[in-house]
């Protein structure tokens, strides 16, 4: 990691007020949905095939997609991550000690059996909650071959004994902002609980590693702290002693990471050619991160835009960004919704895009749950 000034010479505005808790937790998980959205319609499509259907620009805006548009496995895992985490914290609300990633194993249990994959007889068996009423999530949306494989073992993945060991795909980050939301626990507690809940399905230390930084990123907005700032402080935890004993930094998350916040100071403009070679096209943990920090660091809205549509314009501008290219559109668009959303609560969310958003009463369903429940 380089030992650059974490300083931005030009701060991303601020939002017009600070956001309460509550809109924090509804911006991050409608922003996310929306981003995943957004990407999920080219999804599959190299840059050459989103010009030829939607012009130069590419995917501006929910109105160039007639049909509209789904959201993929990235918004219905992120929304189990916060329902295995609600029922953790129920039962510490209750006065009673309940192991964490258990909970959010038994949850991406359950959102296994959605994806018609029968969940392993040697798993513990868990009653239906709530969100698992909803048909909408009961739909197979390209889930990660890993996050399924990992589960259907019936193995509880651990730092220790990891399933899919070699695995390094970008389906433990895309999932893992809920972590950063939770208030009251300390960035070593976060970064622990997003990484052990990685081990789930992912192994490789990128997987884990990225899912935590991630988190921390989500954990330091929430805090108070700018979008630079958030970015830089979560990735000097990567080299604070966060990881376990003995384990180092993964020196491709390093590097990637690194590059995005340098590329994205810089004032650098990549088009979606370069930023698939600069930073990669985010199927992996470390280029999904990457190329969502960068997306929403360098898209600062210029000078001339009005304070109030700051926010807007900074989502609209970072989404747009985040989704042309060749490679993992829903991801990359989906974490850099989640990272503005927080930061700016629901003020940056495009009305008429969330009125093209699928089951927003779901992902509200399931934000106001973890904001009751953490007494935003």
């Not at 702290?225 to 390093?254: I, N, T, V, Y």
């Amino acid at each position: 990691m380089s030992n650059e000034p974490v300083t931005t010479p030009a701060a991303v505005p601020a939002p017009s007020a600070i956001p309460s808790h509550e809109s924090r937790i509804h911006g991050c998980l409608l922003g996310g949905a929306l981003g995943d959205s957004l990407g999920y319609a080219v999804e599959s499509d190299d840059i050459a095939t989103i010009r030829m259907r939607f012009g130069p620009e590419g995917l501006q805006d929910f109105s160039a997609l007639d049909g509209g548009s789904h959201f993929s496995d990235d918004t219905q895992l992120t929304l189990y991550t916060v329902d295995g985490l609600l029922e953790a914290l129920e039962w510490a609300n209750s006065g009673v000690g309940a192991d964490t990633n258990a909970c959010l194993w038994l949850a991406y249990l359950r959102w296994l059996g959605t994806q018609g994959v029968p969940v392993p007889e040697a798993a513990p068996f868990q009653p239906a909650r709530w969100i698992d009423s909803h048909a909408v999530l009961r739909h197979r949306r390209g889930p990660a071959v890993a996050c399924l494989s990992g589960l259907a073992t019936g193995e509880m993945g651990t730092f220790y004994r990891p399933v899919n060991p070699e695995s390094k795909d970008c389906g433990t980050v895309m999932r893992s902002a809920p972590f950063g939301l939770i208030p009251y626990i300390a960035a070593e507690g976060v970064y622990k609980l997003s990484a052990d809940a990685a081990s789930l399905t992912h192994g490789h230390p990128a997987a884990r590693q990225g899912a935590g930084v991630f988190s921390l990123v989500i954990h330091a907005l929430t805090a108070g702290q700018g979008l630079d700032d958030a970015a830089a402080f979560a990735l000097a935890q990567l080299g604070a002693g966060h990881l376990r004993k003995g384990e180092e930094p993964d020196p491709d998350l390093a590097a990637r990471l690194d590059a995005a916040l340098r590329l994205a100071r810089s004032g650098t403009h990549l088009a979606p050619e370069e930023l698939v070679r600069e930073l990669g096209g985010g199927r992996v943990a470390e280029e999904a991160l990457a190329v969502a920090l960068y997306a929403v660091l360098a898209t600062e809205p210029g000078p001339t835009a009005a304070a109030a549509d700051r926010p807007k314009a900074h989502f609209r501008a970072a989404i747009a960004l985040a989704v042309n290219h060749s490679g993992d559109s829903d991801s990359t668009a989906s974490i850099a919704g989640n990272i503005l959303g927080t930061f700016y609560g629901e003020e940056c969310l495009p009305e008429e895009w969330l009125e093209a958003l699928e089951a927003t009463e779901v992902i509200r369903g399931m934000a106001s749950r973890l904001a009751a429940v953490t007494g935003a």
